[in-house]
């Protein structure tokens, strides 16, 4: 129960900030929907013409658009594509790891799982940045697959590579849109790249819901006791049992 319920949470946290950039950009023009189709998008459960507006933009390559805003000038919808991109793809923020062991394996990989570590990635980037880098060893079109471990995906990376692109990134666009302010950069990252909306996080447990910090809603001078507490648990399977039969349970 524990293990689902944290597969739970992990999931609410990506598509709370996947949302969150989604809206963002749709305000700056950057998302073919507009932000009163992009509401209705979410609550589409068969295919109509918003589904397939966002099918083919989430259809683009991103690592193709990454490597051409570097050189030249790319549309608002394509930059958008690269900025939608990197909230799904953000990196391991190294110095969260205090685990060794853990430490070790992002930056060295896991061999038995064909998995490359940061340390391989930052020996081939060399003066590229990472979305040039990654779209020069993907797969080319119409041609077979061939299997080795030049994968632009399953492999760790570092923060710092998006955090460098995206720099680089925007301090060429801003030669063709006017749009791209420091305002829209600090939006975008934040100042510590943590808060911002495309690195931005919901904590797992919030304050008010903490243990203890929640006031009783029938003794204001007396904390609440957790959901998660053993007795509170009991009593609500208690009142579970208790409701279908038609009996008043009073706290």
Same mark, same amino acid.
């Given at each position: ?26 305000? #700056?023009?950057?998302c ?9 998008? *979410?609550? $589409?459960? +068969?295919?109509? !013409? ?13 690592y ?14 394509e ?15 190294m ?5 060794k062991t853990?430490?070790?394996a ?9 998995r490359l ?24 079109? #119409?041609?077979p697959f061939v ?8 492999? *760790?990376? $570092?923060? +710092?590579?998006? !955090?460098n692109e ?8 801003q030669?063709?849109h006017?749009?791209l ?24 447990k ?8 929640m ?37």
């Open positions: 129960r524990t293990q689902a319920r944290n597969d739970r949470k992990i999931y609410l946290r990506k598509i709370y900030r996947k949302r969150q950039v989604l809206t963002f950009l749709a305000a #700056n023009g950057m073919p929907l507009k932000s009163k189709d992009l509401v209705k998008w *979410y609550k $589409d459960k +068969k295919p109509t !013409i918003r589904t397939q507006i966002m099918d083919v933009w989430f259809g683009l390559d991103p193709e658009f990454r490597a051409k805003g570097l050189q030249g000038k790319i549309s608002k919808f930059l958008g594509r690269i900025l939608y991109h990197m909230t799904q793809r953000r990196g391991k923020i110095s969260d790891i205090e685990n853990r430490a070790k992002l930056l060295e990989g896991l061999p038995n799982a064909n570590g940061i340390h391989h990635t930052y020996d081939h980037l060399k003066n590229k940045h990472l979305g040039a880098y990654l779209n020069n060893i993907k797969p080319k079109k #119409n041609k299997y080795g471990n030049t994968r632009i995906r399953n492999r *760790y990376l $570092d923060r +710092k590579m998006f !955090i995206l720099h680089a990134l925007l301090n060429h666009q030669k063709y006017k749009f302010t420091e305002k829209f950069r600090h939006t975008l990252m934040g100042d510590d790249y943590r808060s911002g909306l495309l690195f931005f996080q919901r904590p797992a919030y304050k008010r819901l903490g243990w203890g910090n006031s009783c809603k029938y003794e204001a001078h007396k904390k609440a006791m957790p959901k998660s507490h053993p007795l509170q648990e009991w009593h609500d399977i208690y009142i579970y049992g208790l409701i279908p039969l038609g009996i008043m349970v009073i706290n």
